[in-house]
């Protein structure tokens, strides 16, 4: 009877062992925690198997043959559960100390192995009793070390609260257990005449199964959780219901010199320090700014609590973020002296444009009436030394000319700044160039339109004003011309403008500040133009604007 309620024992621990391999590998996280529980529960496996074929009849080789496939399960149980409990707590052992764990169990197996050279393993095998020699007692020492290692790790991780108090409990019971139930029959204290450590460490596996089902033993979002809030930047500090705090963060801890264990009182006297006052302010905040606090090291940080709502009459639990906000108000002064900058270069640019403006309409009329104004006084001073009705003449000729283009002059300001700004605001391209067209009189202007014009390129209305514009003064100034036509080609990609006079010419073109401002409107609209001009064949300007974004030709149009 009691040989077929050890097999059932052993059938059962192979079962649940089983079992808990295949859920683990199928549907458990795969890290290497879990492939870690699991390689234990292969060698508990590997331990059990054996078992179960000992009391048949058996000669000496077969024993030693079935006694050697049970201690390879037997040698490396220890180092693997010293691995899964490291993994569990997330702790990773080096390689080196992984080399040397498997090396000393590879070692004491092959001692194993090599038992009829030197008896140092067992001191005498026999079918009916087996004597333990050096080496066994060395293995087993190893193994138990390892196995208590592992749960002085987890101990160690759940006094620091990086691991839930239940979840440590479980495995450490996991473990624990069977060594106890092996150290009582290799003392010889229990006399069961069979090892009833393999169906206990099955059920302590069982047991460790059933906790990943019921607590999420393995689950990572649970293991880790204190360690991600260890690495985050943001202060986090939980206190419970007793108002002690259970848990903070590194980051916490240097803020305000608290740890676990520490009373909320500590901190509230450390927050009102700061000028905080954590029962007043903080629990009926509801500004998401929260609390801001400036630390004594000049650390501006922001103070949030989150409360878990108890049951009437009981105290609130509740968790405190600290977020340092240094670096936003950094960013906040910079964008603050950026936008200023801007606003400077914005004017700059205004005062720039508006120069631009002055000089294209007033420059060259003013330069003719100082001429003549001079020549003026030159022939009035010659008809003060010697009258001459001649002379006279020349003289109210140079006035009248004068007058004439002041008037001229007086026109094209008033001009230009009534229409300073409308170049920017038309609708179409065409409708800017008929319109700029149709109010000069002194030229004979042609216009001809090829492709449609749409709404598409209407952001680069104002930029062919004003080329057109200065090409139309420049024409009046110095062309000396009666007539000027105008094509405006309207592409996929682009419109080009092509402007042409029947004037004086030129054979060296010096671009002046007029010439020059069309460069440049054109080129911060990364378009191109040209100039061509011969003596007495006129003058001809070639320009084209890319169809960039609307953003990129206001940008240009604005210089």
């Known amino acids: 009877m009691s040989e077929i309620m050890l097999h059932f024992a052993y059938l059962a621990a192979i079962g649940f062992c089983g079992f808990s391999v295949g859920w683990l590998l199928l549907c458990g996280d795969k890290n290497q925690t879990t492939r870690a529980l699991a390689a234990c529960q292969v060698l508990i496996i590997i331990w059990c198997l054996p078992q179960l074929f000992l009391t048949f009849p058996l000669n000496l080789t077969m024993k030693f043959g079935l006694y050697a496939v049970s201690y390879l399960g037997i040698s490396f149980i220890g180092p693997c559960w010293l691995l899964f409990s490291c993994f569990y707590c997330r702790r990773q052992p080096k390689t080196r100390a992984k080399i040397l764990l498997f090396s000393l169990s590879a070692g004491d197996y092959l001692m194993f192995l090599t038992n009829d050279l030197h008896h140092l393993f067992y001191l005498s095998f026999r079918l009916e009793t087996v004597t333990y020699g050096p080496a066994f007692y060395f293995h087993m ?22 691991l839930p108090g239940y979840h ?15 150290a009582l029959y290799l003392s010889g204290t229990v006399k069961a005449g069979f090892d009833l450590t393999p169906p206990v460490f099955a059920l302590s596996s069982f047991l460790l199964l059933w906790a990943v089902f019921r607590y999420d033993l393995l689950d990572v979002n649970v293991v880790a959780s204190r360690h991600i809030f260890d690495a985050v930047s943001e202060g986090v500090i939980i206190y419970n219901r007793q108002e002690n705090i259970t848990y903070c963060n590194r980051t916490a801890r240097r803020l305000f010199f608290v740890k676990n264990g520490d009373s909320l009182e500590q901190l509230r006297r450390r927050l009102f320090e700061y000028g905080a006052d954590l029962e007043e302010e903080i629990p009926n905040f509801s500004s998401p700014k929260g609390l801001l606090l400036t630390l004594p090291g000049g650390e501006k940080v922001q103070l949030k609590q989150y409360l878990l709502q108890p049951k009437e009459g ?3 639990a509740g968790i405190l973020l600290f977020t340092d906000v240094g670096e936003y108000y950094e960013l906040l002064r910079q964008s603050r002296e950026l936008a200023v900058s801007r606003q400077h270069l914005a004017i700059e640019q ?4 508006i120069a631009q403006e002055v000089h294209d309409t007033t420059g060259h009329t003013l330069t003719m009436i100082q001429s003549l104004v001079k020549l003026a006084r030159i022939q009035y001073e010659k008809d003060q030394a010697s009258p001459d009705p001649k002379t006279q003449e020349e003289t109210k000729a140079y006035l009248s000319k004068a007058q004439e283009l002041a008037g001229d002059g007086i026109r094209e300001l008033r001009w230009a700044i009534n229409h300073m700004r409308q170049g920017s605001s038309l609708q179409l391209v065409s409708q800017g160039v008929y319109q700029l067209t149709d109010r000069v009189k002194e ?3 042609q216009v001809e339109i090829q492709g449609e ?3 598409e390129y209407s952001h680069l209305s104002g930029i062919v004003y004003k080329c057109l ?3 139309i003064t420049n024409c009046l100034n110095y062309a000396k011309a009666s007539r000027m036509d105008v094509i405006v080609k309207f592409a996929d990609d682009s419109v080009s403008v092509y402007i042409f006079d029947d004037g004086c010419g030129c054979d060296s073109i010096k671009e002046s500040h007029g010439l020059s401002g069309i460069r440049r409107r054109v080129g911060e609209a990364h378009g191109q133009v040209r100039f061509f001009s011969a003596k007495g064949e006129g003058f001809q300007m070639v320009f084209t604007l890319p169809l960039k974004e609307e953003a990129d030709a206001e940008q240009g149009e604005a210089g």
């Open 168 to 182: 440590g409990a479980i495995v450490i019971l996991a473990a624990a257990v069977p060594l106890c139930f092996n």
């Open 314 to 316: 009981e105290r609130p």
């Open 141 to 162: 020492a190893c193994t138990y070390l390892w196995v208590i290692l592992g749960i002085a790790v987890i101990l160690y991780d759940c006094r620091k609260q990086n």
């Open 453 to 455: 014009d749409g709404p």
């Open 443 to 445: 030229l004979d202007i």
């Open 350 to 353: 205004e005062r720039n444009r």
């Open 469 to 471: 514009r200065e090409a």
